[in-house]
Every structure is written in C-alpha cells, then in structure tokens.
C-alpha cells in the first residue's frame, strides 16, 4: 500500500463537510415535506373531516392550550392529540418525536432567566464563588407552564398539517374569511420553496461533483455568498416571470379551488366535540388551579 493510499485509508469514513451536510439537510428537509403530505391523504379520522371543521377545532384547542394556567390541564389536552393522532393513523412515535425533540430546548432557553428571577421560596441555593444560583419555586412552575403549553400548541398545529392537504388548509382559511392577499401568500410560499429547494440541492451536488481538493475557509465563505446572491437573483427573476405568467391567463387576484366542500353530521360532531373537550379543559384548569 502506498503512503497516499495510507493516509486516504487513515480518514475516518464517518467525516463530512459542510458541503454534504447542507446537501442532507435540505434533501431530508423535502423528503419530509413529502411525507407529511402522503398522511395527510390516508385513511384516518381526521382526515376524513371536513377542513373547516377541522380549523375550527384547531382554533379551539390552541385557545384552550393559551388560556389555562394548569400543566395537569395540558396533559390532558395532549392526551386527546395522541389519541387523535392514533386514530388518524400518525404514527405515535413520529409525532412525538417531532415536536419534542426541539421545543423543550428553544422555549427553555427563553424562559431561563425568569426561573432565577421570579421572587418567591428558591427550590435551592448554589453558591460558586461570586455567583449564586437559587432558581424559584414560582418560576420553575413557571417555566415548565410555558414550555408545556408551547409543545401542545405546536402539537395541534402539526396534528392538523399532517393530516390536512395544503389546498384544502388554504381553502379553509377562506372560508373563515381570512384575507385573499395573506392565503395568496402562504400558497406562493408553499409551492416555490420546494423548487428552490431542488435548485439548492442541485447546486451543491453540482459543487461537490467538480471540487476534487479542499478548499480553505475563504474560498467557501466566497462560494457560500456567491451563491445566496445568484440565488436571490433568481428568485426575483422568478417572481415577476411567474406573476406575468399568471396574469397572461387571466388571474384577477382571487385563487380558485376545484375542491368542494360539504359539512356532514359528522363533521358537526366532531368539531361540537373538539369545542366541548376544549371547555372542559378550561374548567378542570380552573377547578384544579
């Protein structure tokens, strides 16, 4: 064996750069998107609801999760989102994973220092030279109300982007009269980011197959704002290209849906249901509080 193959062999096989981590990154980004959309056209319960019904019960859950003061409350209210996302044929793990493995990070981190600065009995004192750390009683409920009312809100909007089509989500919005020009966007947004996403991808991949050395940190700072600028460049130029296109075939600023809509009697329950759940949620909060 040769010192090159030598020194090739002595790489670890698990290293990679920048270059392939951005690549996987936005690939499993798109794979995701992919696969979210293809639960939200299975067989479940909730998929079998109408989406206005759905919304509406969407709202009164979030309402319920943002009014009470009560973490057993919050439990309970994320109990029924499990049993919805079984139902709904979610799989269990998947759905946990994907709000719990980041929310309690993010919303802990911003609610930290209200843990030490809140008044009230200390749970301890710590005391580390100059620094004394004594987190309180009050905050520390504080801060686990918070991150618990956070999870189950993000848990709620998940539940219902995982098991409602994007058209049907955004034809709901107009239903509860939400404004033209706020769905438009979100639509735009929805549909064009995974083309740029592609276009990425296909950049790196590019990138990757021509570069047969490494390349020093300058060079890829140099690459990396070169191409955000070709790539913002693009997306403008896409936007007018695409905006005259619609206008050549008659858009007048109102998007149409060929899906219609019909609430049946079960729908009407489902959504008395989720309303009803919601109150008593509410109220257990209180009578517990």
Known sequence: MTASGARADSRPEGRIGWVEKTLAGITGAIEQAVFTERHARSDGWLQRVDP?????MFL?????????????????????????AVASR????????????????????????????????????LTLGPITIAPSIPGLEGAILFVT??????????LLVMTTP???LLKSLRAVRA???FVLILSMTYRYIFLFLHTVNGIFLARKSRIVARTNGAEQRRWISGTIGNL???????SNEVYMAMLARGFGGEMRSYNAFTMRPADWLALAGTVAVSGSVLVFGRLIG
């Open 179 to 181: 404004p033209q020009v």
């Open 149 to 158: 009312r956070v999870g189950v809100s993000v848990s709620v909007a998940i």
């Open 90 to 125: 979610i799989p269990l793990d998947f759905f946990v994973r994907r709000v719990w493995a980041g929310i309690p990070l993010f919303a802990g981190i911003v609610v930290i220092p209200a843990i030490f600065m809140v008044q009230g009995p200390r749970l301890f004192e």
């Open 52 to 56: 206005r019904a759905k919304l509406g």
């Open 232 to 238: 913002m460049s693009r997306s403008f130029k896409m």
């Open 166 to 168: 994007w058209a049907d």
């Open 60 to 84: 009164a859950a979030i309402l319920a999760a943002s009014f009470t003061t009560s973490v057993a409350a919050l439990v309970v209210l994320y109990a029924c989102l499990v049993a919805a």
